[in-house]
């Protein structure tokens, strides 16, 4: 249908007018992106002790097919990372340190990697501030074992002790073999120089099944290392496991027990530790964090075949 003249007139009338609208129109500026995550802590009760999970950052693993696994190939491991959508090329190994709030004491497990590691680590002592928690306000340290991302954080990047009033509690076990002659000579020196600043009589060196608060109590979980120790919280009904590195990233030795990580000093061992501990776990029920599992690391295992499948606990805004 053609146009007649008085529509034509009108139409060029309306596209005349079209600058003068959008100059009329203010402009809208883009909304800066912020460029860093939200603050990475998460709480949850456990009976009335409260949990925080405070993230430390990740350390990425390049090539997690070559030599990250002592028994696996390459196309083994490269297809368990691809069934759970994770790329082929890198690992992304998360860091989690566990706060428990008796109401009487605040107890830290682990101390993480100090900011003195990968560079993408570190951001402990940000979500830490962001979550209310200095590290004055802590009791005691209980310590699953001394790999250094697991004891770095005892110290400031000056060797000062960063936790002043804590009382440091340690497997004998595993103080005997990093303070003894068995140990390699430098991972050896860095355990000492993290734990030198604290004095002797805050330093207490008890067995790995000990109670180390009310409802607190350690699990042996050796093999990872010589005095590995994962921890119970029990409150009320409330139930809980610290794990430590009884696994590692959960696609690769959760839903593969077998599996022999490199960072295994006995790997027979640890894989029985694993086995024994998540059979019992998912038996019962009981919820985990896990030291290397997706921030916040919380969540069940349940059998799953030969293995062990991973079941997050669902966040809530609720503590």
């Known amino acids: 249908m053609g146009l007649d003249r008085r529509h034509m007139l009108a139409a060029g009338a309306a596209t005349l007018a079209a600058p003068a609208l959008l100059a009329a129109t203010p402009a809208r500026a883009a909304v800066p992106q912020a460029g860093r995550q939200a603050p990475g802590f998460y709480r949850m009760k456990v009976g009335d002790y409260e949990v925080t999970v405070v993230n430390d950052g990740f350390n990425r693993r390049p090539n997690p097919g070559e030599g990250f696994v002592r028994n696996a190939d390459k196309a083994a491991v490269e297809a368990a990372l691809a069934r759970d959508f994770l790329p082929t090329g890198h690992l992304d190994i998360t860091f989690n340190i566990t706060f428990v709030n008796t109401g009487r004491e605040l107890i830290l497990f682990d101390t993480g990697t100090g900011g003195l590691l990968a560079q993408t680590a570190g951001t402990m002592w940000d979500n830490m501030q962001a979550a209310g928690i200095a590290p004055e306000q802590v009791t005691k340290i209980a310590v699953t074992h001394f790999h250094g991302d697991h004891v770095s954080g005892l110290v400031t990047r000056e060797g000062q002790a960063r936790f002043p009033n804590a009382e440091l509690i340690v497997p004998e076990a595993e103080w005997a073999f990093w303070m003894g002659d068995r140990a390699p000579a430098q991972p050896a020196a860095m355990v000492?120089?993290?734990?030198?600043?604290?004095?002797?009589?805050?330093?207490?060196?008890?067995?790995?099944?000990?109670?180390?608060?009310?409802?607190?109590?350690?699990?042996?979980?050796?093999?990872?290392?010589?005095?590995?120790?994962?921890?119970?919280?029990?409150?009320?009904?409330?139930?809980?496991?610290?794990?430590?590195?009884v696994t590692n990233h959960p696609t690769v030795n959760l839903r593969n027990p077998g599996w022999h990580i490199v960072f295994d000093m006995d790997a027979a061992e640890a894989e029985q530790t694993r086995r024994r501990l998540f059979d019992r776990a998912a038996s019962d029920r009981t919820p985990i964090v896990g030291y290397h599992w997706p921030f916040p690391a919380t969540g069940y295992v349940r059998k799953d075949g030969q293995g062990f499948d991973w079941v997050p606990i669902q966040w809530t805004s609720q503590v």
């Open 192 to 245: 000492k120089g993290r734990f030198g600043p604290y004095p002797a009589e805050r330093i207490k060196r008890v067995a790995s099944d000990a109670e180390v608060a009310p409802g607190i109590r350690g699990i042996p979980t050796h093999g990872h290392t010589p005095g590995h120790t994962s921890y119970s919280v029990q409150s009320g009904n409330g139930t809980l496991i610290i794990l430590g590195d």
